[in-house]
């Protein structure tokens, strides 16, 4: 067997999914979860309906990793009987900056520049760092690790998508810019897509909506990521699950000084407290707010046309931008899940040839699907997303097998 684990690492969670890649199928997954604060562990092998919740102790990233070791290799869960088995191990990386544009191999200076990379992306980089580093301590000696990042595939955008109208200097000196994430996601779906149609990606003009709790929407032109909604950091674009999405930088320093908000605050309140979320009152999941729009909600029904709005807007755009449009796909926990969302946004696009059928659009849950009529001039489809797949994939591609 060809095993490959894939590791999602944040600050307190270490999410994991070990895939045969002979038929790339998932042998276990599961998280080790509340790290430095007590540890939980689940872990689940699907094969044989086994599902183990067990209290833990992990202080740091080294006994999370040391448990998901002992948990593949012995007791209940077993799935190998050791580490060795294992081909690669791939880590989910969110920022790349411009230094990464692809997949590579962990040495420890890639670790350190990483690490380094943590002023840009201080939620995610630095627990990715250390996750590596725990790995590399606890895995047997060679075993070689691969990082993929959110942010490489967008690293084909041209200066005028990713640059903000700030001083130069702020570009040259502090790397302020759009890097965009989700990258890995983006790319996958848009190849499905390309498959699916039955053409070369390299011929298509493609809007990619990936929509869950973070959402962003990428123009794929050629196979290539041109623009994006997401930003610097990932609050950029449209309303999300407990962000803002974009808005009037004025508005955030107003905010800052009527509230006495601190930096971190203010940060915090974006990130978290925005979003539907805020705007709704009501929940930060789509479905509580579809919910409620159902039940008349004011607040909820606005929440969700905003949404819808935004949405379309990108497609316009994009399609602007890449001078043509032959597909839109809808990913992500919402993007796949939510018919609601997806009539809306399709609803009164007749000037741009976009035609879907409703029926079908109210059936479709997580499955591929084309969704568009076939007088529709633009296709729809809905195209489920798999980032650890994508994840192995390349960490087989970078150790050559
Ligand atoms: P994340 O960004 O954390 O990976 P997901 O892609 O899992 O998030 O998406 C989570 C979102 O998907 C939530 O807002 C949730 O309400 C929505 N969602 C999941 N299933 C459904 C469904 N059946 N109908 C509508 N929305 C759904």
């Not at 012995?74 to 791939?90: F, L």
């Not at 070689?144 to 942010?151: A, E, G, K, S, W």
């Not at 869950?212 to 950091?233: E, L, P, Q």
């Not at 905003?306 to 001078?323: D, P, T, V, W």
Request: hydrophobic content about 40%.
């Amino acid at each position: 067997m060809n095993l490959v684990l894939v590791v999602n690492a944040g600050s307190s969670s270490l999410k994991y999914q070990l895939l045969n890649m002979d038929d790339e199928s998932v042998i276990a997954k599961g998280n080790c979860d509340r790290i430095g604060i007590d540890g939980k562990l689940s872990h689940k092998v699907p094969s044989r309906g086994i599902a183990i919740d067990e209290d833990c102790t992990f202080p740091t990233h080294t006994e999370a990793f040391e448990k998901l070791v002992e948990v593949l290799t012995t007791g209940e869960g077993r799935v190998i009987d050791s580490m060795s088995e294992i081909s690669a191990v791939g880590h989910r990386i969110v920022q790349g900056a411009e230094i990464f544009d692809k997949a590579c191999l962990v040495t420890e200076e890639v670790i350190d520049r990483i690490d380094a990379l943590s002023d840009l992306a201080p939620v995610h980089n630095h627990p990715h760092a250390l996750a590596l580093r725990a790995c590399t301590k606890v895995l047997p000696k060679g075993t070689p690790q691969v990082v993929v990042f959110d942010t490489a595939f967008h690293q084909t955008m041209p200066p005028k998508a990713y640059m903000f109208g700030l001083p130069y200097e702020d570009y040259k000196d502090l790397h302020v810019r759009k890097y965009g994430f989700h990258g890995t996601s983006h790319r996958f779906v848009s190849q499905c897509l390309a498959d699916a149609m039955g053409r070369d990606i390299k011929t298509l003009k493609i809007v990619s909506c990936h929509l869950g709790n973070g959402s962003s929407i990428t123009a794929v032109d050629g196979g290539k990521s041109v623009d994006t909604s997401m930003g610097f950091t990932p609050l950029d674009g449209i309303v999300m699950g407990t962000r803002t999405g974009a808005v009037d930088p004025s508005a955030v320093t107003y905010v800052m000084e009527k509230r006495g908000f601190t930096p971190h605050e203010m940060s915090q309140y974006m990130n978290k407290k925005s979003g539907f979320l805020g705007l709704s009152g009501v929940s930060s999941d789509n479905r509580d707010i579809q919910e409620a729009v159902l039940k008349g909600d004011e607040k909820a029904i606005i929440t969700s046309d905003i949404l819808q709005y935004q949405i379309k807007k990108y497609i316009g755009a994009y399609a602007a931008a890449m001078n043509g449009l032959d597909a839109v796909l809808f990913t992500g926990g919402i993007g796949e899940n939510s018919w609601e969302v997806r009539e809306a946004v399709c609803e009164n696009m007749d000037y741009f040839g976009i035609k879907i059928d409703n029926d079908l659009n109210r059936k479709t849950r997580g499955k591929l699907t084309k969704l568009s009529t076939p007088d529709s001039k633009i296709e729809v489809w809905v195209v489920p997303t798999n980032e650890e797949l994508l994840i192995a994939r390349d960490t087989l591609a970078v150790i050559g097998k």
